[in-house]
């Protein structure tokens, strides 16, 4: 685990996902830089660029276009969803699958308030989701459905995503959120999961919560791998 600092003067900088993409190639750490569309986000990334290389990870920048963390779900066998129309331009699709060597699939944003993809969309393992289809465009919905075919996936309210009920984070079988939503909840532990709570009010009032504050390293599987799973 790295801790990266809080950066003075960039007050969101607690949403450490928000600054890179960050995954594990072999014996090697790579990270593409975000490229935020706001000039108070990208306060921080001269900072968090010296943080990630002497953490060791070999850092590029994603410069082609507006490119936020929050905005890319990774599933386990390496593909990659791109949520855009806030924050994250759709064009850095195509920058994003050369960085990963992997399929990229983007997916069109609709609701203001669930402005990058991780507020609207969780991958929990293998076998689970959560999806608030209220957030994405009419094209994306379709597109969604079959990149997660196979996938057992939960749907969630407008309601339940406006107060954060996708933004978890996932430890083992653990699912760690900022407070309770009966419904899921209950669904998730029928299936065996541990949902763990935990107060975040202080985030939500910047915008972000749990999924916002951690930065996972994401362990790619080998091509050959990835290939004979599809």
């Given at each position: 685990m790295?801790?990266?600092?809080f ?6 900088s ?5 600054c ?5 190639r072999g014996?090697?750490?790579?990270a ?16 968090r ?5 002497r953490?060791?990870?070999v ?11 929050g905005d890319v779900v990774m599933?386990?066998?390496g593909?990659a969803?791109l949520g855009?129309?806030y924050?994250?331009d ?10 990963l060597?992997?399929?990229v699939t983007?997916?069109g944003?609709a ?8 507020m609207?969309?969780a991958?929990?393992?293998e076998?689970t989701?959560?999806?608030?289809e ?7 919905l ?12 939960l749907?969630?309210t407008l309601d339940?995503?406006m107060s ?8 083992g079988?653990?699912v760690?959120k900022?407070m309770?939503?009966?419904?899921i ?5 029928r299936?065996g ?6 107060p ?10 749990a ?9 790619l599987?080998?091509?050959?791998a990835?290939?004979?799973a599809?």
């Open positions: 790295v801790a990266l600092p950066v003075h003067g960039a007050y969101d607690v949403f450490a996902k928000d890179a993409l960050i995954v594990q014996y090697t750490t790579h593409l830089l975000a490229n935020p569309r706001h000039e108070q986000r990208r306060a921080e990334q001269l900072r660029q010296r943080d990630l290389e953490a060791g990870a850092v590029e920048r994603a410069m082609d276009g507006r490119l936020e963390g599933l386990p066998d593909r969803l855009y129309g924050r994250s759709r064009a850095m699709a195509s920058h994003l699958a050369r960085f060597d992997r399929e983007p997916l944003l609701n203001p308030h669930l402005y990058h993809l991780d609207a969309l991958v929990l393992d076998q989701a959560l999806v608030c209220a957030a994405f465009d009419a094209a994306a379709p597109v969604l459905r079959r990149a997660l075919a196979g996938y057992r996936v749907s969630v339940e995503a954060f009920a996708v933004n978890c984070v996932t430890v079988t653990s760690l900022a309770r939503h009966p419904r909840d209950t669904a998730l532990e299936w999961y541990h949902v763990v709570t935990t975040l009010g202080e985030f939500h009032w910047a915008g972000g919560s999924a916002c504050l951690v930065s996972r390293v994401h362990l599987p080998p091509l050959a990835q290939r004979n599809s």
